[in-house]
């Protein structure tokens, strides 16, 4: 404990930690909607189960959002815009704006095979791995 209080680089790096983990928590709530949350069975099996579903779901979802993220990004460099690493490790895949949760969707696009996405992206990442070291 004293040397979480005395070393602020390791405050710092735990803050980061607790932060990153509710902004998941708070979008795994958003995600899960029904009930305001709550589990309606006081079922062992049942409560796995709907924790196991958010989980999915909100990942689902993040991953979706990565992909966005990351065509909105070639573009740009397309475009002949510069991406800094800097703005781009600020930017959250926690977005839920343009989800519709109560929307309409449409099913006559479930037989259709999706491209393969690319993950890689142009950005030179490595500077990012030095702040990293010095906390």
Do not use: C
Not at 45 to 58: G, M, N, R, W
Not at 105 to 130: K, N, Q
């Amino acid at each position: 404990m004293l040397r979480y209080l005395s070393d602020s680089p390791l405050r710092a790096l735990v803050t980061a930690a607790t932060n990153k983990v509710e902004a998941f928590n708070g979008f795994s709530d958003w995600v899960r909607f029904g009930q305001n949350g709550t589990v309606a069975a006081n079922d062992p099996v049942e409560q796995e189960k709907d924790v196991k579903f958010t989980s999915l779901l909100a990942n689902l979802v993040i991953f979706h959002n990565t992909l966005d993220i990351a065509d909105v990004v070639r573009e740009l460099q397309a475009e002949g815009r510069p991406v800094d690493p800097l703005d781009l490790a600020q930017v959250s895949p926690y977005l839920t704006e343009h989800i519709k949760r109560f929307g309409e969707y449409s099913t006559h696009e479930l037989g259709i095979t999706p491209d393969a996405y690319d993950a890689r992206l142009d950005v030179d990442f490595s500077m990012l791995g030095d702040d990293d070291k010095a906390a």
